[in-house]
């Protein structure tokens, strides 16, 4: 299983950036997908999860509105398109799978929101 993570950056505050995810050695249609971020010196937090054939998604209340996890099977890739970005979205963001009761991650994206 490997999962890459791309499309982090420094923006400023109201700005937009979408992440990507690029997954590979699973069938990826088969199963939920998630986005995590951990900002530093707190704990890693979900931020938002879609079922395998995306019709289901869930958001944290704090990015509800303003973020949209979405996927596209046909290129094994789940996105996070983020909006109205505020300082406190500043994090390392994860994408994650969870697979037999095993949780894999990729190495993370850096997202900056700050003037």
């Known amino acids: 299983v490997r999962l890459v993570e791309s499309g982090g950056g420094l923006v400023q505050p109201g700005g937009s950036l979408r992440l990507s995810c690029a997954a590979s050695g699973f069938s990826f249609s088969s199963y939920g997908m998630s986005w995590y971020r951990q900002a530093p010196g707190k704990e890693r937090e979900l931020v938002a999860a879609i079922t395998g054939a995306g019709g289901i998604r869930n958001y944290a209340d704090s990015v509800k509105g303003r973020f949209a996890i979405f996927r596209d099977n046909a290129k094994n890739t789940v996105y996070l398109g983020m909006n109205s970005l505020k300082p406190e979205d500043t994090a390392v963001y994860y994408c994650?799978?969870?697979?037999?009761?095993?949780?894999?991650w990729g190495q993370g994206t850096q997202v900056t929101v700050s003037s």
């Open positions: 994650n799978v969870g697979i037999r009761g095993y949780d894999y």
